[in-house]
């Protein structure tokens, strides 16, 4: 069941934007692991409305050097039309999954099958979905946020990359824990349990500590990354067995209840150290702008089972990514959080002036930033104004200290 099409501030996209998004100059990753987000920053600031002079701006800067004061790498074979795909299929596609290997070749695969965009997600999608995880949910947001932008490369691109970096967690029961009616139930149970079992200190942190280096080997330079393979590997039951609201209600109000949830959470796990409105969690975010780019895959697959079973993935895999990140809200976290936000009154004027948040997110360097605001601008106006959004939209979060310039990010 395909949700109605959230409004934007921008109903087409800017030339200059679509000529970005087909860029072919710059690899999948950079620095052995980290993601190249100038593309969906690109989406995000063409949505917002920005003018094409800041859109071409922020191109040049980020591909010039990243906030993390590293360098995006170019691809190896800058010729794509030398890749040959004579001795590349499906049996090659599935091999390579979760190596971290032939990204080029395999765009270049999906090219040479002259299809659109949405058919190739349709065939190529639904069997990637329970690998959403791998980069940190990075595959499933390239993917997404090309589908957005319409924009046939970068779908390609997102689409090999979810193969590229493939990551499975363990398999989900749909077994009913309780009687639970929300998401926000269901996580205040979750975190009552964390505390009870001391889950940190009996699960992830063992975990963490359980395989060697012949796991997931291309994974250990990334560190985190392989923390999280390891901790889906052996997932708790407290992950795997769903709650029966993921299962049982109809889809338009799962997606309602998993953007409240991702919202809730993330703004439970601010920095109280740090101004309000620069506190958000950068893992954390993650959640809110990958659950979007899922709904737009999901919207061209068309598939309603397929739509539930890759939510009842994501519920699992964001468990696992707040359990291995250390970030999981106490009960106290989200119930202040919820008794703030989830009530008949937590909604803004018809008149709430979103657009100095919008200049603000359109003038960031910081890329999650930006994303942040258009995706939740769009959410408020789809979901009746809720102030979970434009809240969150004003919880920036700061570049994470990964490059060789040290942040104010801890």
Not at 73 to 95: L, M, R, Y
Request: with cysteine; charged share 20%.
């Amino acid at each position: 069941m395909k949700l109605p099409t959230p409004p934007t501030h921008s109903t087409t996209s800017s030339a200059v934007a679509q000529s970005l998004l087909s860029n072919n100059i710059y690899d999948i990753e950079f620095n052995g692991y980290l993601s190249n987000h100038a593309k969906h920053a690109i989406v995000a600031l063409d949505k917002l409305g920005a003018p094409d002079q800041r859109i071409q701006d922020y191109w040049d800067q980020y591909t010039t050097l990243t906030p993390y004061n590293l360098q995006l790498h170019k691809v190896d074979i800058a010729d794509w039309g030398s890749i040959t795909t004579d001795n590349i299929n499906d049996d090659n596609w599935k091999e390579w999954r979760g190596q971290k290997k032939h990204w080029q070749e395999m765009v270049q695969y999906l090219n040479s099958k002259d299809k659109p965009y949405d058919v190739l997600v349709k065939e190529y999608a639904p069997d990637l979905l329970t690998g959403i995880a791998g980069a940190l949910t990075h595959g499933i947001i390239h993917l997404g946020w090309g589908i957005d932008a319409q924009n046939s490369w970068m779908t390609m691109e997102g689409l090999a990359y979810l193969n590229f970096c493939y990551v499975p967690m363990a398999p989900l029961t749909q077994n009913s824990i309780q009687d639970e009616s929300n998401a926000v139930e269901s996580a205040l149970r979750i975190s009552k349990q964390w505390i009870d079992d001391d889950l940190q200190n009996t699960w992830i942190e063992p975990t963490k500590k359980k395989y060697d280096e012949t796991f997931h080997p291309e994974l250990v330079p990334a560190g985190f990354q392989w923390h999280l393979a390891k901790v889906l590997k052996d997932a708790h039951p407290v992950v795997t067995n769903l709650p029966s609201w993921l299962r049982n209600m109809p889809l338009p109000e799962v997606w309602k209840e998993m953007y409240r949830f991702v919202v809730v959470t993330y703004l439970s796990t601010r920095n109280p150290d740090i101004a309000k409105r620069d506190s958000g969690n950068f893992v954390v975010l993650h959640m809110i702008t990958s659950l979007w780019a899922l709904e737009n895959v999901c919207n061209v697959i068309d598939d309603d089972e397929t739509t539930r079973q890759a939510l009842e993935q994501f519920w699992a895999v964001g468990v696992c990514l707040l359990g291995t990140a250390g970030k999981y809200p106490t009960p106290k976290q989200l119930r202040a959080t919820s008794d703030e936000l989830l009530h008949d009154q937590a909604f803004d004027d018809e008149d709430f002036d979103w657009s100095p948040i919008v200049q603000r997110g359109c003038a960031e360097t910081e890329e999650h930033n930006i994303k942040l605001v258009y995706v939740c601008q769009a959410l408020w106006n789809r979901y009746n104004r809720w102030k979970g959004f434009s809240e969150a939209a004003s919880s920036f979060t700061l570049t994470p200290n990964i490059g060789p310039q040290q942040t104010a990010f801890e």
